[in-house]
């Protein structure tokens, strides 16, 4: 039967329905916890910038939630999960055509594409940390379209759809250490390289204004993780339970490993490492989360720590202006946490895995390598051709006086903070009223 479109109505579901209630519910509220998960990153981001650029930061997140859900719903999902060849999927689910209630394992197919959707959004949100503060908005918003086509739906095609070339490599990734951190963080910094610096770089020190903001969205993130890695089982069993335990483990043994540097180093522990710390090693452990055991959960997010926390020093000296640091913790902190996925990885914890180094196939570690190589190699050629494109018709960067006024206001035409009370606005017939029983000048002319 066709609807008025003439798509096939998929929205009749059958009696007997593999579909399960307790997978359906936890599908559910994992695709919440993972929406959530972007405007956490908006306040995480948010804070770490100067206050006259946080609105703009914070939308660069906000309206990837617009433009990407919509872009998923009528090309992406298609292109990522369409059957297609071992490159790109096809257009046989474009608009969602035959989307529906009907089973995908134990869940709604719908229910599938929106999960995945949310995946989708907070990858090209991820890129934005390494060009806040310069970027214009109207072709940030260009880039993030263009890329979420080009570079997510293929790289997901690559490394989830069961006709990708990387799935049927063997290589591993439970939750997105190949399809979102890494891929975003060489996007980011080819960004960043393309874009240049800050005016300020290097001039003057670019400190985070709002560091409890910077707290409350890493913790919103660790909340919201838990979705994103135990969600990645796609149902309510003991895989889910053990990736939402390695999603628990990591970042707590990323944590005490950094403040442990942090305190050799300096003798103190800021609030900044300490965020930045747990979003590391969410990283790190999102491809290995169903994987590995929980023990290794937590030697991955100790071991994270280290490349991570030596790279964001050594990018400080540097004339590469990765703002907020998006290649240490998601590019490096994804390659680690992949490496790393070969490494632990046992069949005794997820049967459709591979057994690791340790457990006697050191071959996993080479084909986790390929896909890392492949995926960098791919995103940061196909992200330099889409900036250099988009270059050739609007301007990728603000002016300098720009940059100087804030990005909020000449993006967006407002203020993070506002400065005063507003003026007072006074409608004409009132005007000549006062002007004559006060003598002084009116404030302000309501048209």
Same mark, same amino acid.
């Given at each position: 039967?066709?609807?008025?479109?003439?798509?096939?109505? %998929?929205?009749?579901?059958?009696?007997?329905?593999?579909?399960?209630? !307790?997978?359906?519910?936890?599908?559910?509220?994992?695709?919440?916890?993972?929406?959530?998960?972007? *405007?956490?990153?908006?306040?995480?981001?948010?804070?770490?910038?100067?206050?006259?650029?946080?609105?703009? =930061?914070?939308?660069?997140?906000?309206?990837?939630?617009?433009?990407? =859900?919509?872009?998923?719903?009528?090309?992406?999902?298609?292109?990522?999960?369409?059957?297609?060849?071992?490159?790109?999927?096809?257009?046989?689910?474009?608009?969602?055509?035959?989307?529906?209630?009907?089973?995908?394992?134990?869940?709604?197919?719908?229910?599938?594409?929106?999960?995945?959707?949310?995946?989708? #959004?907070?990858?090209?949100?991820?890129?934005?940390?390494?060009?806040?503060?310069?970027?214009?908005?109207?072709?940030?918003?260009?880039?993030?379209?263009?890329?979420?086509?080009?570079?997510?739906?293929?790289?997901?095609?690559?490394?989830?759809?069961?006709?990708?070339?990387?799935?049927?490599?063997?290589?591993?990734?439970?939750?997105?250490?190949?399809?979102?951190?890494?891929?975003?963080?060489?996007?980011?910094?080819?960004?960043?390289? %393309?874009?240049?610096?800050?005016?300020?770089?290097?001039? &003057?020190?670019?400190? *985070?204004?709002?560091?409890?903001? %910077?707290?409350?969205?890493?913790?919103? +993130?660790?909340?919201?993780?838990?979705?994103?890695?135990?969600?990645?089982?796609?149902?309510?069993?003991?895989? /889910?339970?053990? /990736?939402?335990?390695?999603?628990?483990?990591?970042?707590?043994?990323?944590?005490? %490993?950094?403040?442990?540097?942090?305190?050799?180093?300096?003798?103190?522990?800021?609030?900044?490492?300490?965020?930045?710390?747990?979003?590391?090693?969410?990283?790190?452990?999102?491809?290995?989360?169903?994987?590995?055991?929980?023990?290794?959960?937590?030697?991955?997010? /100790?071991? !994270?720590?280290?490349?991570?926390?030596?790279?964001? +020093?050594?990018?400080?000296?540097?004339?590469?202006?990765?703002?907020?640091?998006?290649?240490?913790?998601?590019?490096?902190?994804?390659?680690?946490?992949?490496?790393?996925?070969?490494?632990?990885? &046992?069949?005794?914890?997820?049967?459709?895995?591979?057994?690791?180094? #340790?457990?006697?196939?050191?071959?996993?570690? /080479? =084909?986790?390598?390929?896909?890392?190589?492949?995926?960098?190699?791919?995103?940061?050629?196909?992200?330099?051709?889409?900036?250099?494109?988009?270059?050739?018709?609007?301007?990728?960067?603000? &002016?300098?006086?720009?940059?100087?006024?804030?990005?909020?206001?000449? &993006?967006?035409?407002?203020?993070?903070?506002?400065?005063?009370?507003?003026?007072?606005?006074?409608?004409?017939?009132?005007?000549?009223?006062?002007?004559?029983?006060?003598?002084?000048?009116?404030?302000?002319?309501?048209?």
């Amino acid at each position: 039967m066709l609807d008025p479109l003439g798509f096939p109505n %998929v929205w009749i579901a059958a009696e007997a329905s593999p579909i399960s209630g !307790a997978d359906t519910a936890w599908m559910l509220v994992a695709t919440a916890l993972v929406l959530l998960m972007t *405007p956490a990153l908006a306040f995480f981001y948010g804070g770490l910038v100067r206050s006259k650029n946080m609105l703009n =930061t914070m939308m660069m997140s906000f309206v990837a939630t617009g433009f990407i =859900t919509v872009l998923w719903a009528l090309l992406g999902y298609s292109l990522a999960f369409g059957a297609g060849n071992r490159w790109i999927g096809d257009l046989s689910m474009a608009a969602l055509r035959g989307v529906g209630t009907e089973p995908n394992g134990t869940i709604p197919a719908v229910l599938f594409m929106a999960f995945q959707a949310t995946f989708a #959004i907070i990858t090209p949100a991820l890129i934005s940390g390494a060009i806040v503060e310069r970027m214009r908005f109207v072709s940030y918003i260009l880039f993030i379209a263009l890329w979420s086509l080009c570079v997510y739906s293929p790289v997901c095609h690559w490394v989830w759809s069961t006709s990708g070339w990387i799935f049927n490599l063997g290589a591993l990734d439970f939750a997105g250490g190949t399809v979102v951190h890494i891929n975003a963080g060489v996007a980011a910094l080819v960004a960043a390289t %393309v874009l240049g610096r800050r005016k300020d770089y290097g001039k &003057q020190a670019l400190l *985070p204004h709002n560091v409890p903001l %910077v707290l409350l969205g890493a913790g919103l +993130l660790w909340f919201g993780w838990f979705g994103f890695n135990a969600g990645s089982a796609l149902a309510s069993g003991s895989l /889910a339970a053990t /990736a939402f335990v390695n999603t628990f483990l990591a970042p707590a043994a990323t944590l005490v %490993v950094w403040a442990l540097l942090d305190l050799i180093r300096t003798g103190k522990v800021t609030g900044v490492g300490t965020a930045t710390a747990i979003v590391v090693g969410l990283v790190a452990v999102t491809p290995a989360a169903g994987f590995v055991a929980p023990i290794w959960g937590l030697a991955i997010g /100790a071991i !994270a720590a280290l490349p991570s926390y030596l790279v964001i +020093l050594w990018r400080s000296k540097t004339r590469l202006d990765d703002s907020l640091d998006v290649v240490a913790a998601h590019g490096l902190g994804g390659t680690t946490g992949a490496l790393l996925t070969g490494v632990f990885c &046992q069949t005794a914890i997820n049967p459709a895995g591979k057994d690791g180094l #340790i457990y006697g196939n050191p071959g996993q570690v /080479a =084909t986790q390598l390929v896909a890392i190589l492949a995926t960098i190699v791919f995103s940061g050629a196909v992200s330099f051709a889409l900036l250099k494109l988009i270059g050739l018709f609007v301007p990728l960067r603000a &002016q300098e006086k720009e940059e100087a006024s804030g990005m909020d206001l000449t &993006q967006h035409g407002e203020e993070s903070y506002s400065s005063g009370e507003g003026a007072i606005l006074v409608h004409e017939d009132e005007v000549a009223r006062l002007a004559l029983t006060t003598q002084s000048k009116p404030l302000g002319v309501l048209s």
